[in-house]
């Protein structure tokens, strides 16, 4: 599983953890996250998110 | 007189410029848009520059892409260090110097400048803002090496970098004329939760004072405060305030107040002018945020692409980035009659605004209480519905 962070403001998408607020479920690879998600804290779509190593 | 057949013309390569220009493309991939700015292009996060140091990151590596990359990636045409001289709205076009520059819709994304700080003394060519890709390079020049660095201002931006700079190593001290850190934003025990994570970290405050006097000292500086401190630095970092950049608008006749007035729509007082970003504000409203970029650069997009929308802002908490003591805080609208309820165990401190019928209308959160935004974001009112 793996991290995905915002490169706008360093918001973390863990794999592991998922966002239920947002209603994406613990477990959810990005890739299916859906394509109109958007970043929480800041609002950057998806496509402004790289996978990082923690 | 309109000129439809002219390109869109976008002055700012910020986050609000170039997020409105990728939402234009996703609607209209072959409008012809040119952008101008003042500085080299890059796109940059300008969040991460209050994580910099800390990261150790110099402002290359902060870069997202150079212009000429983002030119490319958006096909369209960047102006770089290139400066708008006028604007005529009449007749849909801007000058740059000499050269005018026509456009069918013009949206003015330039940003807010920090305000620069009053003071005597000959040391004020050490005295640096950090605002934009350029001036964070230009202040990791000047302290490589260096040790001691005085912040003015204990805002948001302030104690960023007070945060930061610590963790990349240097001996900070804060000067600020307010009783406690974080003023606007904050209620006492949550500043002081901060405040104290910070001295934990070795930073020393000196709140109450000015600084009034700034006198060079060798390589370094001595700054006299206004209750007869002196602190020795070797760079001063101003962190004072930021105010929406307003001059061309005023001399072009666009309406501004606080900032560049725009109503919901985000067009400004002059038709086919647009605004959005820091220098932009909408319905009232001044926001220095990315949630409210990117919420405007949306609904913008879809309308200077032939469907009107209103921007509307929803919940929209602010994160401030010391990560010694965490904050997420929504600041209750101004003038909302109300009271603090406030639980705090040390770091972590739970502060709730409320009205006389109980109903959530702000919230701050310090340390492990921030993971509690989640539920308190769910009882709050939209901002701007």
């Not at chain 2, 290139?82 to 849909?92: E, F, M, P, Q, R």
């Not at chain 2, 070795?202 to 700034?214: A, D, Q, W």
Request: hydrophobic share 45%.
């Amino acid at each position: 599983m793996k991290k995905w962070q915002c490169v706008v403001c360093g918001w973390i998408y863990d794999e592991v953890e998922g966002a239920p607020e947002e209603g994406i479920a613990p477990g959810t690879r990005w890739e299916d996250v859906p394509a109109d998600f958007i970043c929480p804290d800041c609002g950057v779509g998806k496509e402004d998110f790289e996978m990082v190593e923690i | 007189m309109s000129n439809s057949t002219a390109p869109f013309v976008v002055i700012g390569t910020g986050l609000a410029g170039y997020n409105l220009v990728k939402e234009l493309r996703k609607l209209a991939p072959e409008q012809e848009i040119i952008m101008i700015t003042a500085d080299d292009g890059r796109n940059y996060s300008k969040p991460m520059l209050s994580t910099g140091f800390g990261k150790n990151k110099s402002a290359d590596e902060l870069a997202m892409g150079s212009a000429a990359d983002m030119a490319a990636q958006l096909n369209i045409v960047i102006r770089t260090h290139t400066s708008v001289t006028k604007i005529d709205t009449a007749n849909h076009k801007v000058f740059v110097g000499e050269e005018p520059i026509s456009y069918s819709k013009l949206v003015l994304a330039w940003g807010a400048e920090a305000i620069r700080p009053r003071m005597e003394g000959d040391g004020a060519d050490r005295v640096f803002s950090i605002n934009d890709l350029e001036d964070y390079a230009s202040f990791r020049a000047v302290v490589d090496g260096k040790k001691r660095v005085l912040v003015m201002g204990a805002g948001l931006i302030g104690c960023e970098f007070a945060n930061d700079m610590v963790n990349g190593g240097f001996e900070v001290e804060v000067v600020a004329p307010c009783e406690h850190i974080l003023p606007t934003l904050l209620p006492t025990e949550a500043a002081q939760a901060v405040q104290e994570g910070l001295e934990g970290l070795g930073v020393k405050f000196h709140l109450g004072p000015l600084v009034t006097r700034i006198n060079r000292d060798g390589d370094g500086v001595v700054a006299q405060l206004s209750n007869g401190t002196n602190v020795a630095a070797d760079a001063v970092v101003s962190a004072i305030g930021l105010r929406p950049r307003l001059d061309l608008a005023v001399k072009a006749g666009i309406q501004v107040n606080h900032g560049i007035v725009a109503d919901r729509l985000l067009q400004t007082s002059e038709p086919d002018v647009y605004t959005l970003g820091d220098c932009a504000e909408v319905e009232g409203r001044v926001l220095l945020y990315v949630l409210p970029l990117m919420a405007s650069a949306r609904a913008l997009a879809k309308t200077l692409t032939g469907t009107p929308t209103e921007v509307s802002y929803g919940v929209m908490p602010v994160t401030v980035k010391t990560p010694v003591v965490p904050v997420v805080v929504s600041p209750a609208a101004p003038d909302s009659a109300g009271r603090w309820i406030i639980e705090r165990e040390g770091a972590d401190v739970q502060a709730e605004f409320r009205n006389e019928a109980g109903d959530l209308l702000g919230y701050a959160l310090t340390g492990a209480k921030v993971m509690n935004k989640v539920a308190l974001n769910k009882e709050l009112p939209a901002i701007m519905p």
